[in-house]
């Protein structure tokens, strides 16, 4: 998840500089990786073999969360961009058909 974090914040300072339309959809769509690698913690942290105890668990859980809120920013940011490019706001990704 951090590496993934790391990655959305590299592409959307790439996405600023240049007011790339095209890689602000991009950010856009990258969305679901941060949301499925979400859901992933919450299956590891709740397993029956999870070793670490329910502090780590929770410590886990929610530095996961925090990452997941910082690529929703960078999701806002993609989506404005797109916005001043065509005048208008990009569906927001959980609303796009699968």
């Known amino acids: 998840m951090g590496r993934t974090a ?5 592409e959307t300072q790439v ?9 602000a959809e991009k950010l856009v769509a990258a969305d679901t990786v941060m949301d499925q690698l979400h859901r992933r913690l919450f299956t590891v942290t709740q397993a029956q073999q999870w070793p670490h105890g ?3 668990a929770v410590d ?3 530095l ?3 990452y997941e809120r910082f690529c929703d920013h960078t999701v806002d940011i993609g989506r404005h961009i ?3 490019e065509t005048g208008q706001l990009p569906a927001r990704p ?5």
């Open 64 to 66: 996961g969360r925090f």
């Open 15 to 23: 996405v600023l500089r240049h007011l790339d339309h095209a890689r």
């Open 60 to 62: 886990v859980t929610l």
């Open 54 to 56: 329910v502090q780590a």
């Open 6 to 10: 790391v990655a959305r914040a590299t």
């Open 94 to 98: 959980e609303t796009l058909p699968s």
């Open 82 to 84: 797109i916005f001043l």
